[in-house]
């Protein structure tokens, strides 16, 4: 349910397109820091919000004042001229440990489709003192009217060969698909237009340890050593982030040592068994197909 249907008008179609001395500058910052330039999106990605009116009787019943009231689950309310809507925010789990690691790696950026208000009240949530989002904030009035409902690295002020994207809707990335890190998407609140079985359904929630933020930071973590892994007579200067994305993804699916694979089999197991431990039924099938051979799981 990611929100979509904010009722505040927006009317500012605000350019804040960088330059190239800008993003030179910011290139020879983030490697002089031996850092990369981490996008994130906000909605089905690190937490889920939505109207208390559109959720299911089932949810406003399984959200009620218990899970509001352990702070599991956040209430706020967004006023505009003629409109007040009560809202819950539920953040993806670990995902406060997910900024807090990725930070000390990568320069951090939210880019959303959602309005500055709503964006605003979610970084207030996700990073209240300002220590982890510490680069840009663009939204959905830096989106040019004429393709609303794209992204692009036009608005970004890094170089696009610094720049990694972790957002679980890839067709709004069309094209800068190469700089993006699969993710699955964050469904916490029914969805009775889905056959997926929301997170509230199973009276459960997603892993912090093997979810979805924590494999993602590995892959991250694994990216950015490759990136900054030189060759002899290289610079850093001459590196791609697309280029070390690709050579990690090519590393992974020549694991096939058995000590490799031996290894791999371990954590995946782990996972599976995490994902029962929290009630979680339908792990990711790619968890799965990661384990190439069967003699090294029994």
Not at 54 to 71: Q, S
Not at 121 to 146: A, C, G, H
Not at 229 to 256: H, P, T, W
Request: charged content about 30%; proline content about 2%.
């Amino acid at each position: 349910m990611a929100v979509q249907n904010l009722k505040a008008t927006v009317n500012s179609s605000s350019s804040i397109h960088p330059d190239s001395i800008e993003r030179d500058e910011n290139l020879k910052t983030l490697l002089s820091k031996k850092k990369l330039h981490l996008v994130l999106d906000l909605d089905n990605t690190i937490l889920e919000s939505s109207i208390i009116q559109n959720l299911t009787t089932y949810d406003r019943d399984y959200v009620g004042v218990k899970l509001i009231e352990e702070k599991k689950v956040y209430q706020w309310v967004y006023e505009g001229k003629g409109f007040k809507d009560v809202y819950v925010t539920k953040l993806r789990p670990n995902v406060k440990t997910f900024l807090q690691k990725a930070s000390t790696l990568f320069d951090i950026s939210i880019f959303t489709l959602g309005n500055l208000t709503y964006t605003t009240k979610m970084i207030d949530l996700l990073d209240p003192e300002r220590l982890y989002i510490n680069s840009q904030v663009i939204t959905r009035e830096n989106v040019p009217l004429s393709t609303p409902w794209r992204k692009g690295h036009d608005l970004l002020s890094s170089h696009e060969r610094v720049v990694l994207v972790v957002d679980d809707a890839k067709d709004v990335w069309e094209a800068n698909a190469k700089n993006l890190i699969d993710i699955a998407p964050y469904g916490f609140f029914d969805d009775e237009s889905s056959n997926k079985k929301s997170w509230t359904r199973k009276w459960a929630d997603e892993s912090e340890k093997y979810g979805e933020l924590a494999r993602v930071l590995r892959e991250l973590k694994k990216i950015h050593k490759e990136f900054y892994n030189l060759e002899e007579g290289e610079d850093y200067e001459s590196r791609d982030v697309r280029d070390a994305i690709k050579e990690v993804k090519r590393k992974f699916s020549l694991q096939g040592t058995k000590e490799a694979m031996s290894q791999h089999a371990k954590e995946t197991i782990n996972e599976i068994d995490e994902c029962f431990k929290s009630m979680e039924v339908n792990c990711r099938k790619n968890r799965l197909n990661r384990i190439q051979t069967s003699h090294e799981v029994m």
